[in-house]
C-alpha cells in the first residue's frame, strides 16, 4: 500500500504519468491527446484493424485484458474506462484509491467534444486537448452539403441505431435521414427486414465487421429481399463509427458522397 499512500500525497495539479486504458474507445481518445511515453497500456483490442481506427499508433504499447491484478501490478495513477466493461475491475480499483475516469458511449458529436475535453482535462493535456476540438469543428465544417437521401445502418440479425446514437448524428451530418428513427428505433435495437423493406431507404448501409463469418445473423445481410430494399449498398468501416472521435467525420465524408438513388 506504501505506493497508493504515496500517490495519494502527490501534487493535486500533477498531470499523470502512467495512464491504463480499459476500453476500445478510452484507448484511441488516450492515443490521440497524451504523449506516448504516458501511456503505461491499452487494450488488447487497440492493435485490431477491424476495431481501431488508430490500430497503427497503439503497435508497441503493452496491452491488458482487463483483470484487476494485471492493472494493479502496472501501477497506475490514472485509468480511463467505458461505463459498461470491465464492472468488476473498475470498482476494485476504485477501492484501491486509484482515480478512474469513465466514459459513456458517445451519441453524437457534442458528446465527442464533450468527451476531447474531459479527457484532455483528466490527462494535463487541456492543449492537445483544444488542438483535436479545433480540428473536429474545421472538419465538420468544411463538410460538403448534399441532398437529402434516406439511410438505414444494418447489422448482422438485423440490428440497427436508431435515435440517440453517434450513427444517426453521423447519418444527419450527412444529409441522410436514419429510416430506422422513422420506425421508432431508439439506441441500437432491432430493425425487422418487413419494416425496412417498407422504407426502402435510399442506401443500406452495412459494416465491415465479420463480415465474411459465416453465422445465421449474416444470413440476414445476404436475403434476396434485401436486394430491392434500398438503392443501394453501402459498406462502412465499422472501426469509423465504433467509438466517438475525430474519425467520425471520415464516415461522414464517406456517407455524404453518396449520391441519391431514385
Not at 38 to 45: H, K, V
Not at 50 to 67: M, N
Not at 183 to 193: D, F, I, N
Not at 230 to 244: D, I
Amino acid at each position: 500500500m506504501a505506493f497508493w499512500a504515496a500517490l495519494s500525497g502527490a501534487a493535486a495539479n500533477a498531470a499523470p504519468e502512467r495512464i491504463v486504458s480499459l476500453s476500445l474507445c478510452t484507448d484511441q481518445l488516450l492515443l490521440t491527446l497524451a504523449p506516448r511515453e504516458r501511456i503505461t497500456a491499452l487494450t488488447y483490442l487497440a492493435t485490431r484493424p477491424d476495431l481501431s481506427t488508430l490500430w497503427q499508433e497503439a503497435h508497441g504499447i503493452p496491452q491488458v485484458r482487463g483483470s484487476a491484478e494485471e492493472v494493479l501490478s502496472l501501477q497506475p495513477d490514472l485509468v480511463l474506462a467505458g461505463t459498461f466493461g470491465a464492472r468488476p475491475t473498475v470498482r476494485l480499483l476504485r477501492q484501491f484509491g486509484i482515480p478512474i475516469l469513465t466514459l459513456p458511449p458517445a451519441e453524437d458529436f457534442a458528446s465527442v467534444r464533450e468527451q476531447i475535453r474531459q479527457v484532455a482535462e483528466a490527462i494535463g493535456e487541456p492543449g492537445r486537448g483544444a488542438v483535436a476540438l479545433a480540428a473536429l469543428d474545421q472538419d465538420l465544417a468544411q463538410l460538403a452539403i448534399t441532398p437529402p437521401r434516406t439511410g438505414a445502418f444494418y447489422r448482422q440479425s438485423g440490428y440497427t441505431s436508431g435515435s440517440g446514437t453517434l450513427a444517426d448524428a453521423i447519418m444527419q451530418a450527412a444529409s441522410m435521414a436514419n429510416v430506422a428513427v422513422a420506425a421508432g428505433v431508439r439506441g441500437s435495437g432491432y430493425l425487422p427486414l418487413e419494416r425496412l423493406l417498407i422504407e426502402r431507404p435510399d442506401w443500406l448501409i452495412t459494416s465491415d465487421y465479420k463480415r465474411d463469418v459465416p453465422t445465421l445473423g449474416n444470413r440476414l445481410l445476404s436475403h434476396p429481399a434485401l436486394r430491392g430494399a434500398a438503392g443501394g449498398e453501402f459498406v462502412l468501416p465499422g472501426h469509423l463509427t465504433s467509438c466517438g472521435g475525430g474519425w467520425n467525420v471520415r464516415a461522414t465524408r464517406l456517407l455524404a458522397a453518396l449520391p441519391p438513388v431514385r
